[in-house]
Nanobody, 123 residues
């Protein structure tokens, strides 16, 4: 399985940006897809997840109301629309597949990861 994330870039505080992630290859088990991010010197942190069966979404508290995760079932793709970006949103953003149902959003629950796309928000 390969995940290709795209859409990162340099934006100003308050701007919006959309990220995309497409999965390819033999996906045998797909319960959910998610977005994480990792800032320099920090651990990878959960942003949002969308369950493939019914589109249920789950967000980290720090992005509620600013970020929206969505999916395209026909393409095995997931998107992250980000608005009102802040300098502290600067990070490398990763998409990932959760093969099996779990109520945990720890990175250990996700089996496949994209290469990441960098988002830089200037003040």
């Amino acid at each position: 399985v390969q995940l290709q994330a795209s859409g990162g870039g340099l934006v100003q505080a308050g701007d919006s940006l959309g990220l995309s992630c497409a999965a390819s290859g033999g996906i045998f088990s797909l319960n959910a897809m998610a977005w994480f991010r990792q800032a320099p010197g920090k651990e990878r942190e959960f942003i949002a997840e969308i369950r493939w069966s019914d589109g249920s979404t789950f967000y980290a508290d720090f992005v509620k109301g600013r970020f929206t995760i969505s999916r395209d079932n026909t393409k095995a793709a997931v998107y992250l629309q980000m608005s009102r970006l802040k300098p502290e949103d600067t990070a490398v953003y990763y998409c990932a597949i959760k093969p099996y149902r779990s109520d945990s959003y720890s990175p250990s629950q996700y089996k496949h990861w994209g290469q990441g796309t960098e988002v830089t928000v200037s003040s």
